[in-house]
């Protein structure tokens, strides 16, 4: 690692993620509820996630004749008791994870999301999908892998600007033939849009005003039973997934009902919008991807070009961590923050900013969790994506992990005899990696709060290790039972 903020890291320029990039630059007691909780032993190492079959087999497995053909896709489902699923959250990962069960397992869950319509969603953000989020993302829906690779933006360099020092990567524009998958550049609204379409399609109901408020969680062989804001009956499943992101009520209520794991923040803030791709726009942004600005100590820019017609600009500021004294509250504050003293050495950005509407200008305090959770399994309930793994976007992960997940969990469900086989063989795989990306993400906070480099920790990672253990190792893992009948 470099010692000092004008030494960029390889890192930066070999994952590519937007907000890393950004980042780096600046840088059981259980409580009563509803229902109990069943005590599980903390993951033991971990688990290798490169025992990877050969693509044949996956590729079998997910058409339905990977099993012999006296177990059909209904008998599997109906062997674990799995009819009546339901997801908290229609985010990424929700989506995601809907549309994988019904793809893989025959499934068709119920999303439960507490917005009350769509338009509600994913407004002044942009992120980076990897190879690997889009292997995954295209080993859940061909579709919507086509879609989402039409609309993004193909990463292929990266322009940053460190005190006055230019340098160009454009490394980046061989990771197709390197993982056999680009990087896009995408709005997240974008994204998110291609899997509601892919969703409806596939005819899987999605509820909105669904705001979840107790899960009673009690019997271990029976259906879990939720209740939902405004409603007097309970509701129950056969199977609850939680993927309701950073916030995550069902992380709450059942696996950390003293906010032990509650995500706290980590001393940086943004500021940021997408805007249109006009011509007086695009005379900032980079063509070939993105473009990372570092003047002074204590903020940076970023400015990315998302593709169909969008561009994201993004600024940081360092702050104490959970000093939220500078942080804008409204749109209109926001931008006057930008066009003001802060960002004078900025002159781009605020010009960007004056372009952009006050009302499409956005804040907010970036959190993370500050250790893995133990479990994310308890009975019938499961967290996934950030509900289970909350992390900034230092390393630009948020989305490639949620679809892990979404892909993992499909595969352990059609590949496993019971649910509790299942829903274990999802976590001994997905917990151990999310948790050492977490780990790494923790270092990245910590250490640019920290002004000497000898109060820094040795990564477990360097930035090489690192670019191969996300884009090298790309699951899913079969589980054994299914792999012996095959």
Known sequence: MANRLRDIPRLMLTLSAALLLLMIASSMVLKPHMGKCVQREPSRGWTNWQRLRPRSWFKGIRKGNFFRATQDTSEISSLKGIKNVAIIGAGIGGLATAIALHEYCGITPVVLEKREKYADFGKGTGISVAPH????????????????????????????????????????????????????????????????????????????????????????????????????????????????????????????????????????????AVIPATPEVQKYIQKRGEKLCIRENRHAFLLLNLGDGWAKWCAYTKVLPGDSTYIPKSGKESRDYMLGEAFALYPEVQHLAE????????????????????????????????????????????????????????????????????????????????????????????????????????????????????????????????????
Do not use: C
């Open 133 to 272: 989020g889009l292997h995954a993302l295209k080993n859940i829906h061909e579709g919507a892998y086509e879609k989402a690779l039409a609309t993004g933006k193909w990463m292929e360099a990266l322009e940053t600007e460190a005190y006055g020092n230019i340098k160009v990567d454009d490394t980046l524009i061989d990771w197709p033939d390197k993982y056999g998958y680009p990087g896009i550049l995408i709005r997240w609204a974008d994204l998110h849009q291609v899997l509601m379409d892919t969703a409806v399609e596939l005819q899987i109901p999605i509820q909105f005003s669904s705001k979840l408020e107790e899960i009673d969680n009690e019997a271990t062989h029976g259906p879990v039973q939720i209740r939902l804001q405004g409603s007097p009956e309970p509701k129950e499943f056969d199977l609850l997934i939680g993927s309701d992101g950073i916030n995550s009520m069902a992380r709450r209520l059942i696996f950390d009902p003293d906010l032990e794991y509650e995500p706290k923040p980590v001393g940086r803030w943004l500021t940021r």
């Open 355 to 486: 372009l952009t509407p006050e009302e499409e200008v956005y804040s907010s305090d970036l959190k993370q969790m500050d250790a893995p959770l133990d479990t994310w399994i308890s009975n019938r309930v499961l967290l996934l994506g950030d509900a289970a793994h909350a992390m900034t976007p230092t390393l630009g992960q948020g989305a490639n992990m949620a679809m892990e997940d979404a892909l993992q969990l499909a595969v352990s469900l059609k590949g496993s005899e019971t649910l509790t086989e299942a829903l274990k063989h999802y976590e001994s795989i997905r917990l151990p990696r999310t948790s050492k990306v977490l780990d790494y993400n923790i270092k990245f906070a910590r250490d640019q709060n920290l002004e000497k480099e000898e109060d820094k920790e040795q990564s477990f990672f360097s930035p090489d290790e690192f670019e191969k253990y996300i884009f090298g190792t790309m699951g899913p893992t079969v589980p054994e039972p299914a792999i012996k009948r095959s």
